[in-house]
């Protein structure tokens, strides 16, 4: 069913299709290699698919302002986990028809600033939203993880009938996501019992997962704290300390610094998630950040060449560049460390100013996200850490 303006969360195309073009956003974004998975942690890979039809703005608004909300939930979990996420569109006209109008936009990646860069770069445009064909793609086209005991999750958003194609039968999709050991939790941008009787509800049983309802327009609950300008300015100091190397460093560290500016512009709240973020273990830039690239094990330090370092790094020596890499690390850490403790006064005040203000977050797009990963990933064995109440 076509339809004017509107917009959910969507992975792409049926496999057996053929290659699904994708789409490019308006903007160039920095392709980051892959990064490994750090020791002692558990594998959570997530592929977000939206739908960009039509009327479905309000949902990508949301999803740019609370992704980084989404993440600093599995932060709190133990073990650590090792993140990576996917993103898709479908229902989209200026989508090929061929593919079911699906694109896959990443694929699984630890890049958050990537992923976030072409969130931002995502248009509507009417079109024919195929659920089943995005969730199989999603399952068939990403590399997901091969770990034992790995928390593998499509979310699809989306406020048209799940049973429209014709094609891909959507019990059939759900089936055969579900053999490959992902979970399929459905968003329905509409009342419940709507969702319920298209098939949204149905698609997440058949595949282990949850179907919520949700207002995406006026679900989302962004609350102002006297914690969030000091925040995004630490955030700011944060990306000081990242040491670029190899030949993408410059743009890599561009792109950092536009996606402070991309959140600060949905709202303060946002800017100060993305810096909680980015105090935590799960934002890594193994790909361009020497640190990181160390920590990892991506990189030998003595294996990088002189033309590859930043330039305060060239002139020195062995014991000169190991020096500088644990000064910088040692001042990332300070920062990360103060940032912590504002998140933490941060979070309580806004969970008192909701209860002060009578405010409610069940029909917003994160809070369900949030509360359906919890328990997925508690049922996979993680543990999540409560937050303390700050001290005064």
Partial sequence: MRKPIRLAFAAAMLAAAAACPHLLPAQPVIAVPPTTRPMQSQDVDLAICLDTS??????????????????????????????????????NDGLDAKTGWVSQLSDLTTDLDGIYSKLFALKTNGGTEYVARVSVAAAEQLTWSAQKGALKIIVVAGNEPATQDDKVKLKDACQIVAGKGIIINTIYCGDEASGRQTGWADAAAWADGQFAAIDANNGTVAVNTPFDKDLADLSGKLNTTYVGYGAKREAAAQQQAAMDSAAKSTAPAAAAERAVTKSGALYRNSGWDLNDALTEGTVKLSEVKTEDLPEAMRSLDAAGREKYLQDKAKERADIQKQIQELGVKREAYVKAEMTKQGLSDKQSLDANLRSMIRQQATKNGFVFEETKTPTK
Avoid at 66 to 77: G, M, Q, T
């Fill in 54 to 91: 039509g009327s479905m703005d309000g949902l990508i608004d949301s999803a740019r302002q609370k992704l980084w909300a989404i993440v600093n939930e599995l932060a709190k979990a133990q073990p650590k986990p090792n993140l990576r996420v996917a993103l898709y569109h479908y229902g």
